[in-house]
């Protein structure tokens, strides 16, 4: 960040540099348009099964992993994979956020389908599968049906539609808004939930942010989000996805070896410090949560999650609110296990919790690095 006086500074490393410099710094050392560029050709290919895909391709999915890979079939349809190499194994061990992230993606073609006028009829998994891992076995196929769909009011908000990672301002929610969240999301026979900022909510700001801390205290599994990190815009535009870290702050912070992989793995190293507070700030800034659930009896549930969730999201950005992700204590790993049942206990209401959001109201942020459609489709 540049202050008035033109200065920059590394927070904890004391570092300052020249004012006459620093506009060029922060010219050089922007987010990476490149790697933007996919939310910019959505929409602008000339076969509808692409233009469908290009904005499928823009859904949320765990760590930005994008685990999509698509087939074109024939003339009116095309075959769902998840990519075997984009797997979360630590924190994902039965991968059930990756098929979430596969609802989404199959959620967004049928919004952007339905703009052209096409129906999309979506078979998941239609040659069987395991709940206990993702195999070859394809995701969903998906076959168009020309002149049998009405267009979608949310479809204007795809390319709106972000994971608001910041801190939130201290402004509620309204009921009339939440219940609206919750509208959005029960679909697709999910059970939806949403709180404002009463008890409840000051409890999951407490159990999201402790299960913050054992994810990243667990060396297993922070490794696993270590290894998705992308710092700098080099390192984004070369691979645009998981975990992007750039702007002028972490370019400085790499000039000066103060930010990279090691120190951001050393817990007593004042990147991985400020990493953690500036992670409380956001789990404590949530001004309520949102969640779905269902019955998790086989993996059509987690599909039909994710189309849900991805609903949700763009109803919330429709209605200005911001929306994150914050899904740690429903992971199922060993060193999680006593958040999970406390989580169930809170909001599961006897089923599975998928999805688990903090809301409120964030500043404008930049959409999130994106492969281009080609990397998908084979």
């Known amino acids: 960040m540049v202050s008035r006086r033109g200065v920059l500074k590394l927070v904890g490393g004391g570092t300052v540099l020249a004012a006459g410099s620093v506009g060029t710094f922060v010219a050089m050392n922007g987010p990476s348009r490149a790697a933007r560029e996919p939310w910019r ?10 233009r469908a895909l290009s904005y499928a391709l823009l859904a949320p999915n765990p ?9 074109l079939d024939g003339k009116d ?3 769902l994979y998840h990519d075997p ?18 609802g989404a993606f199959l959620e967004l073609l049928s919004i952007a389908a339905a703009e052209d006028g096409y129906r999309t009829e979506i078979t998941a998994f239609p040659d069987g599968s395991d709940l206990q891992a993702l195999d070859r076995r394809p995701v969903a196929r998906v076959t168009f049906h020309a002149g049998r ?14 994971s608001n990672k910041e801190v939130y301002e201290n402004r509620d929610v309204d ?13 697709y026979g999910q059970t939806a939930g949403c709180i404002g900022n009463d008890l409840l909510a000051v409890k999951l700001r407490d159990l999201t942010w402790r299960a913050h801390q054992v994810e990243v205290m667990t060396d297993y599994t922070y490794q696993e989000s270590l290894d998705l990190m992308r710092i700098g815009a080099k390192e984004v535009t070369n691979s645009p996805d998981g ?26 190293s004042s990147a991985f410090r400020q990493g953690l507070d500036m992670y409380r700030a956001m789990a404590m800034s949530a001004r309520g949560f949102a969640w779905i659930s269902n019955s998790n009896a086989t993996r059509q549930d987690q599909i039909n999650a994710g ?42 209401g006897g089923e599975r919790l998928q999805m688990l959001v903090r809301i409120g109201y964030g500043p404008k942020i930049m959409p999130t690095p994106r492969r281009g459609l080609d990397a998908h489709l084979v």
């Open 41 to 50: 050709q959505a929409g602008l290919y000339e076969s509808y099964r692409k």
């Open 63 to 71: 760590h930005n992993l994008q685990p999509w890979q698509v087939s």
């Open 77 to 79: 349809a095309l075959t």
């Open 85 to 102: 190499e984009r797997r979360l194994p630590a924190t994902d061990p039965y991968d059930r956020q990756i098929t979430i992230g596969c």
């Open 149 to 162: 769909a009405r267009p979608d009011p949310l479809f204007a908000h795809i390319l709106a539609r972000r």
């Open 175 to 187: 009921t009339d808004k939440r219940n609206a969240l919750v509208a959005a999301g029960a679909v």
């Open 243 to 268: 975990i992007e870290l750039e702007g002028p702050m972490i370019a400085a912070g790499r000039l000066l070896g103060l930010v990279n992989r090691k120190t951001l793995a050393d817990p007593s």
């Open 307 to 348: 189309r849900a969730y991805a609903r949700l999201n763009l109803k919330a950005t429709e209605l200005g609110i911001g929306i994150h992700p914050w899904s740690q204590s429903l992971q199922e790993y060993p060193e999680m296990a006593e958040l999970y049942r406390e989580v169930h206990d809170l909001v599961g």
